[in-house]
């Protein structure tokens, strides 16, 4: 199996662009993480999807924030539009159960100027 | 709310040593525990996940602890290798959520 695939891995922008990542979940997989790691915060849930829906968006920072869930191999989380502060890896996380071992992908390191 | 907390931050051994990662929880209410190892510039890597009707769980040279009633968790690392030098990171489920809340780590290295 090839692991949480994560894209791209790096991701240098302008503030106020569009920035869209992207994650394929392992197959068989039924739940699937999204979070941000920073220096000041460590790493933080921004939403959960389990069988692709949407269950709590609740650490999802702001409107400018948004992920979706089309199937079940694909995931993406979009900021728009994107500010100097959202600079942090991204990562995406899968699990074949809804409480069990999370399986992490390499991340999105996003810089934003 | 529940809090996790790494102690210490940051630890540099011989290698050979046998060491003692530590992480504390406030609120004993658990589904289970993880412990993670992150490398510099990548994601994170399950190592043990312990229930809460757990008390210990091992793999190869590592083996986790925990302690429910007092909130605590050790990760034992036996006979350290440089290899091992890495950012270890505990995450706590409490019960009746699926969120982990994460520690903020203890960046171990391990000299030649």
């Known amino acids: 199996d090839a692991g949480v695939i994560q894209s791209p891995r790096h991701e240098v922008t302008e503030m106020g662009q569009e920035v869209t990542l992207r994650c394929k979940p392992i197959s068989g997989h039924n739940s699937l993480f999204w979070y941000r790691q920073t220096m000041m915060r460590g790493l933080e849930l921004l939403i959960y999807f389990n069988n692709n829906v949407p269950i709590d968006d609740s650490g999802m920072p702001e409107d400018r924030f948004s992920a979706k869930m089309p199937n079940a191999s694909f995931s993406t989380l979009k900021i728009q539009p994107s500010e100097p502060r959202d600079s942090a890896v991204y990562f995406c996380a899968s699990s074949p159960l809804q409480i069990g071992e999370q399986y992490f992908g390499p991340g999105t390191r996003l810089t934003v100027t | 709310k529940q809090e996790v907390t790494q102690i210490p931050a940051a630890l540099s051994v011989p290698e050979g040593e046998n060491l003692v990662l530590n992480c504390s929880f406030t609120d004993s209410a658990i589904y289970n525990l993880q412990w993670f190892r992150q490398d510099p510039g990548k994601g994170l890597t399950s190592l043990l996940l312990i229930q809460s009707s757990q008390r210990e769980q091992t793999s190869g040279r590592l083996n986790a602890s925990l302690d429910k009633s007092s909130g605590r968790s050790t990760l034992y690392i036996a006979a350290s290798q440089p290899g091992d030098s890495a950012t270890y990171l505990c995450?706590?489920?409490?019960?009746?959520?699926?969120?982990?809340?994460f520690g903020t780590g203890t960046r171990l290295k391990v000299l030649a």
């Open positions: 995450a706590v489920c409490p019960s009746g959520t699926y969120k982990y809340i």
